[in-house]
């Protein structure tokens, strides 16, 4: 979701007012997705290397992410959406964690939109985590060195029981995976905008899916043994 700053900046606006339209397009894009049937949506909302902003713009997302938990989870959950938070949530204040565990505490039994947060995420860091912990089972006895093969290895990571992303949507021009989902991603259909975040719609949104709907998934195939299957 990259391009609030810029957004703000077009209209000499301060960075904050960014984020918050940001915010606003972040609701309506989570409704649309739901509506449009998406199954899974990830949203990249604070990475591992944002903490580098200057103190008062992280001090500011922070709040507009305890404003977003309290005033959206209620209604999320009406709308049988399932929510969690992927990343190192430990740099965390407690009142934000807290908030994170109620929100995936109420909405795990939901059957809807299987919607993941991103706070303070970093691909590598999932990388590292999941080869952390399959070696301390391995350690343990709990898990046999010769049985990890890339399908163990993926049930390690975040986001183990859903399909890897079928689309990747980044807006804002820079065309980059930036440390997002690398072990996910591999074969994601890449889709890049110069349309900044705030400005990002359904229409938009809509835009995106014919374009993944054009793709040919090969998976390593030749394009003819794809069309003939
Ligand atoms: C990138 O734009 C955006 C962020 C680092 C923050 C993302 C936050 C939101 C979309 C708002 C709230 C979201 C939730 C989940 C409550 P940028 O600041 O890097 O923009 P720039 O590249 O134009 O400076």
Redesign the pocket.
Known sequence: ?????????QRGRA?AA???A??H??RDIVESAARRGVEALT?????SE?WR?PQT?VGL?MD??LR??NS?VGKLSENNVQIRFIGDRSAFKPRLQTEMDNAEALTANNQGLKLA?AVNYGGRWDIVNAAKAIARDVQSGMLDVDSVDERAFASYVSLADIPDPDLFIRT?G?KRISNYLMWHLAYTELYFTDV??PDFSDEELGAAITFYAGRQRRFGKTGEQVSSA
């Open positions: 979701m990259d391009g609030n700053g810029r957004w703000a900046r960075r960014g984020h918050q940001g915010f397009t972040t949203l990249f909302a604070f990475s944002n902003r713009e997302l507009l992410f977003a938990l959206e947060i804002g820079e900044l975040w």
